[in-house]
Structure formats: structure tokens, C-alpha cells
């Protein structure tokens, strides 16, 4: 820490007003400024914006984190997902996106995947 005779650096000085500001605010105060940047931000960027800073992020993510912690996050997500939904939730959702997979895909698709099925439940493959 600089004495009353030096000049405190730029870093010293941003932290110790860090520090201070942290003593003087309350969540609501980080919560309130968070909303107001997040809302000014979303007004100056478009769309791609957004999709460029989350490619870098989620690239720098798979640089940094290898397949177990994807297996561990994804667990998680999971069981949080589960805990917030019951049976009506994932049968909608199941409906959904087997609609959306027949209007995508063709006949040979569902006899690939049957075949499939059928050898990995060791059923007769006729």
C-alpha cells in the first residue's frame, strides 16, 4: 500500500475503490447496475453479437475443460431438469420433438434406426 508520500498505481487504486464500493452496496445494488449493462449492451449489439461471444466463449470452454467435465455439467443440468418437471413436461417435449423428427426425416431413417434398435435388444433381424 502507498504512503501519503507516493503516488498509488492504477491498480491499487481501482482495488481499493473496489473494496469500498463492495462495503457500501448490498446483491440488489450488483443486481440493479448488472440489468442496467445487460439491457444497454442488448440495445447496441444485434444477434450476431451475441452468437460471436458465445462461439468464443464455448470455444475457449472445450480448449480449457475436457469430455468428463461436459459429462458432469450436463448430469447436473439433468437432475436439476428433473427436479423442476414432472411426467406431462417430458412427454410434451417428447411429442414435440418426435414431430419434428418425422416432418425431417424419411422412411429409411426409422428402418435404420429399427435395425438398429433390433440388433442392441438382440431381436430377429429379418
Known sequence: ???N???MSREEA?????????????????????????????KEHDKEFYQEIGEKGGNKTSEEH?????????EKG?????????????QEIGEKGGEQTSKNQDKEFYQDIGKKGGKK???NQN
Open 1 to 3: 500500500m502507498a504512503n
Open 5 to 7: 508520500n507516493e503516488k
Open 14 to 42: 481501482g482495488r481499493k475503490g473496489g473494496k469500498k464500493t463492495a462495503r457500501e452496496h448490498n446483491k440488489d445494488f450488483y443486481e440493479d447496475i448488472g440489468q442496467k449493462g445487460g439491457e444497454k449492451t442488448a
Open 66 to 74: 475436457g469430455k468428463e467435465f461436459y459429462e458432469d455439467i450436463g
Open 78 to 90: 439433468g437432475k436439476k431438469t428433473a427436479r423442476g418437471h414432472d411426467k406431462e413436461f417430458y
Open 121 to 123: 435388444s438382440g431381436g
